[in-house]
């Protein structure tokens, strides 16, 4: 098992900037490629990012690259996102997921889930 616990949503105005973090614990967090998800009120869970297990490679849905950027810290068993000139669409619960050794960018593809976190941006 892994346990996920997202943090770092919030507030912001359009233009700004939030880090969100994935605090992994349970089984080798190095073993597990890492994504990023958001969902919308009323909308499908939808890929933001993915990074491999071994920290190198990144893929990013078309409407964020440039601004957003995914990172891992496996001596520290967290996953970042970072988030740029961030527009109100962006407003979501984002969740971070681990597949073991690969990375996906369908949903179903993940083995664990967090709880997700709130990120409103206000026009």
């Known amino acids: 098992q892994v346990q996920l616990i997202e943090s770092g949503g919030g507030l912001v105005q359009t233009g700004g900037s939030l880090r969100l973090s994935c605090a992994a614990s349970g089984r080798t967090f190095s073993n597990y490629g890492m994504g990023w998800f958001r969902q919308a009120p009323g909308k499908e869970r939808e890929f933001v990012a993915a990074?491999?297990?071994?920290?190198?490679?990144?893929t990013y849905t078309d409407s964020v690259k440039g601004r957003f950027t995914i990172s891992r810290d496996n001596a520290k068993n967290t996953v970042y996102l970072q988030m740029n000139s961030l527009k109100p669409e962006a407003t979501a619960v984002y969740y971070c997921?681990?597949?073991?050794?690969?990375?996906?960018?369908?949903?179903?593809?993940?083995?664990?889930w967090g709880q997700g976190t709130q990120v409103t941006v206000s026009s």
């Open positions: 990074i491999t297990w071994s920290g190198p490679g990144t």
């Open positions: 997921a681990a597949r073991w050794r690969t990375i996906a960018t369908f949903r179903g593809r993940y083995d664990y």
